[in-house]
């Protein structure tokens, strides 16, 4: 297949397109390396700098690629910056998803695997979470992520394109080559492990929550995982397959969630980071961080079904070992 990556510069963007390259796929990848590192991409990548904002350039990419399908993994994340700048959120993640999604229509690209996330559902009723239940996002984040999952149904609806929709539970971990890199660092694994690096102490953000120790609970997925879980999504965008509709017509997206099903409390994975690392690395309490869901855990049941998709670097020391590997082996980051 001929694949545009948006935001394969990025994390899990660059762990993807690597798992692409190696099986086969000619892997275009589009990312204007705000967030992302060039370094990052796979040399066996055509790297291209810009926006997927921009529908007349990425039309223009399309047909000079020749691209079958595309993984949209291009977006802003991080939920503490989407509540106190939502405007960058809509304009970046919405606006710019329906450009791109224009670009798409008007060339004729009828394939597309979207990077969703769990902060889709909120404050879950139950968990684990499965797709059916209420979306209803507390953070801007989840609500621009909600937003093109909408626009996604309704392309499908109307114009027939075809789509998996993936919500991230947590990404975590490395591959020997792409690893996890931003700055500033404030995803709780690499924080923690930036913490442990200066030996400087960890701040939670809260431990008021109604949970066992009273932070947070999150669901840590391997980024290799999530990598393999897009290749098996993209596979089902194909026009025989009919996971994502008919061969032609209106078509419905195909919605899966993407985690373990284990929950791990903040203060557990600070135990397993120093377990990793062998380093003590002592916790400060700070105030909560606004639009923090207490707990997001996944049924990850239907890409069980459906994609055939499994997680296989499950356990948490392999998640934060992988992690703690590549810091290693990348002590300056990317060389850019
Ligand atoms: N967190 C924390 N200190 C940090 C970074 C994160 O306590 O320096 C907490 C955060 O409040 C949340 C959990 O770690 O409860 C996971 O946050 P992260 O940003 O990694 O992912 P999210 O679940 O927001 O996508």
């Given at each position: 297949?001929?694949?545009?990556?948006?935001?394969?510069?990025?994390?899990?963007?660059?762990?993807?397109?690597?798992?692409?390259?190696?099986?086969?796929?000619?892997?275009t990848?589009?990312?204007?390396?705000?967030?992302?590192?060039?370094?990052?991409?796979?040399?066996?990548?055509?790297?291209?700098?810009?926006t997927?904002?921009?529908?007349?350039?990425?039309?223009?990419?399309?047909?000079?690629?020749?691209?079958?399908?595309?993984?949209?993994?291009?977006?802003?994340?991080?939920?503490?910056?989407?509540?106190?700048?939502?405007?960058?959120?809509?304009?970046?993640?919405?606006?710019?998803?329906?450009?791109?999604?224009?670009?798409?229509?008007?060339?004729?690209?009828?394939?597309?695997?979207?990077?969703?996330?769990?902060?889709?559902?909120?404050?879950?009723?139950?968990?684990?979470?499965?797709?059916?239940?209420?979306?209803q996002?507390?953070?801007?984040?989840?609500?621009?992520?909600?937003?093109?999952?909408?626009?996604?149904?309704?392309?499908?609806?109307?114009?027939?394109?075809?789509?998996?929709?993936?919500?991230?539970?947590?990404?975590?971990?490395?591959?020997?080559?792409?690893?996890?890199?931003?700055?500033?660092?404030?995803?709780?694994?690499?924080?923690?492990?930036?913490?442990?690096?200066?030996?400087?102490?960890?701040?939670?953000?809260?431990?008021?929550?109604?949970?066992?120790?009273?932070?947070?609970?999150?669901?840590?997925?391997?980024?290799?995982?999530?990598?393999?879980?897009?290749?098996?999504?993209l596979?089902?965008?194909?026009?025989?397959?009919?996971?994502?509709g008919?061969?032609?017509?209106?078509?419905?997206?195909?919605?899966?969630?993407?985690?373990?099903?284990?929950?791990?409390?903040?203060?557990?994975i600070?135990?397993?980071?120093?377990?990793?690392?062998?380093?003590?690395?002592p916790?400060?309490?700070?105030?909560?961080?606004?639009?923090?869901?207490?707990?997001?855990?996944?049924?990850?049941?239907?890409?069980?079904?459906?994609?055939?998709?499994?997680?296989?670097?499950?356990?948490?020391?392999?998640?934060?070992?992988?992690?703690?590997?590549?810091?290693?082996?990348?002590?300056?980051?990317?060389?850019?």
């Open positions: 297949m001929r694949i545009l990556v948006t935001g394969g510069a990025g994390y899990i963007g660059s762990v993807s397109v690597e798992a692409l390259v190696e099986a086969g796929h000619e892997v990848v589009l990312d204007d390396l705000t967030t992302g590192f060039r370094g990052a991409v796979s040399p066996a990548a055509r790297l291209e700098v810009g997927y904002g921009d529908t007349a350039a990425v039309a223009a990419l399309l047909v000079r690629d020749r691209i079958d399908a595309v993984l949209h993994c291009a977006a802003k994340s991080l939920v503490g910056e989407s509540m106190v700048d939502p405007a960058k959120y809509f304009r970046e993640n919405v606006a710019g998803g329906i450009a791109l999604l224009e670009a798409l229509r008007t060339t004729g690209v009828r394939r597309i695997v979207f990077s969703s996330t769990a902060a889709t559902y909120g404050m879950p009723e139950r968990t684990p979470i499965t797709e059916s239940d209420p979306v996002p507390i953070n801007a984040y989840g609500e621009t992520k909600r937003c093109v999952e909408s626009a996604i149904t309704w392309y499908g609806r109307g114009y027939g394109l075809r789509s998996v929709i993936l919500r991230y539970f947590n990404a975590a971990g490395a591959s020997k080559a792409c690893g996890e890199q931003h700055n500033p660092e404030t995803h709780l694994i690499p924080a923690v492990l930036l913490a442990c690096e200066q030996g400087r102490d960890m701040t939670l953000f809260g431990e008021d929550y109604a949970t066992p120790d009273g932070t947070c609970v999150r669901d840590y997925i391997h980024v290799s995982d999530l990598a393999r879980a897009h290749m098996l999504a596979e089902a965008t194909d026009p025989a397959n009919t996971l994502t008919p061969p032609s017509g209106p078509c419905e997206p195909l919605i899966c969630n993407l985690g373990s099903g284990t929950g791990f409390s903040n203060r557990q600070v135990a397993a980071a120093e377990r990793v690392t062998g380093r003590p690395i916790v400060k309490i700070g105030p909560r961080r606004l639009g923090d869901p207490a707990v997001l855990v996944a049924s990850a049941q239907r890409a069980h079904e459906k994609l055939g998709w499994e997680p296989g670097l499950g356990t948490l020391e392999e998640i934060i070992g992988s992690a703690w590997e590549w810091r290693r082996s990348h002590p300056a980051g990317y060389p850019d």
